[in-house]
Structure formats: structure tokens, C-alpha cells
């Protein structure tokens, strides 16, 4: 599985619940999974959920709103902008043709990050 870089990024386990969550809910419905459950993307293409993990959660924990709206704009500013498919404009053809995991599955990324945030605070 070449999308193991998340843990060499994440902190340790500071991250690692939110990122089994996202494995869950979005992993588990991607396109480009392999039938063995495994990231089935190419070598040649990396996945921003991985490898963006901690500035994925850290934007989205920042949101406080109901609208997914503010949460793409959030992901845009924190992960989008420092992209290197996008462009100066801030257009990006993998966003635009759905090739971007974080892009294409950011609902439920945002409901397995908040899930566990609510976890959390019950603690």
C-alpha cells in the first residue's frame, strides 16, 4: 500500500483516530480502492488525504457551521492553496474532473472528523 505515508506525517497518535475514521468512511467508499481494501491509486498519484492528514484536521476542527460550504472553503485555504495541481487562479483539474479524493469524499471526511471530535468530548 504506497499511501503509507500518513503515519510517517501524522504526529502519531495524536492523528491516528481521525485518520482510522476517515479510513471508514471515506477510504472505504472510494473509487480507487482496491479490492483488498487497500489504496488502489497509482504510484504516480498521491492521495491528500494521507498525506495532508494533519492539515486536513486541523482546518475542519477549525469550522464551526452547518454549511459544507465552509468547510470546502477551509480545505481550500489550508490544502487546496499549497497544492501543486493547482494553479496560480486557483484551478485545479483533478478537483475539477473529481480526481481529488479529498475534494470528491470532503462530506464524509467532515462527518468522520466530527464524529470523533464529539467522541472526544465525551470523554
Known amino acids: 500500500m504506497h499511501q503509507e505515508v500518513v503515519m510517517s506525517l501524522a504526529h502519531s ?3 491516528q483516530v481521525y485518520w482510522d475514521a476517515i479510513q471508514r468512511r471515506a477510504c472505504g467508499v472510494c473509487l480507487d480502492a482496491a479490492d483488498d481494501g ?3 491509486l497509482p ?4 492521495c491528500a ?3 495532508e492528514l494533519p492539515a486536513i484536521i486541523e482546518a475542519i476542527l477549525q469550522v464551526k457551521s452547518d454549511r459544507m460550504d465552509d468547510y ?3 480545505i481550500e ?3 487546496c492553496a499549497r497544492c501543486p495541481e493547482q494553479d496560480g487562479e486557483g ?3 483533478r478537483r475539477d474532473r473529481a480526481d481529488c479524493g479529498l475534494y470528491t469524499y470532503l462530506p464524509l471526511v467532515v462527518d468522520a472528523i466530527e464524529e470523533v471530535k464529539g467522541g472526544l468530548a465525551c470523554r
Open 13 to 15: 497518535a495524536q492523528y
Open 38 to 40: 487497500s489504496c488502489g
Open 43 to 46: 504510484i504516480r498519484h498521491t
Open 49 to 51: 488525504l494521507p498525506s
Open 72 to 74: 470546502v472553503t477551509a
Open 77 to 79: 485555504a489550508a490544502v
Open 91 to 93: 484551478r485545479c483539474g
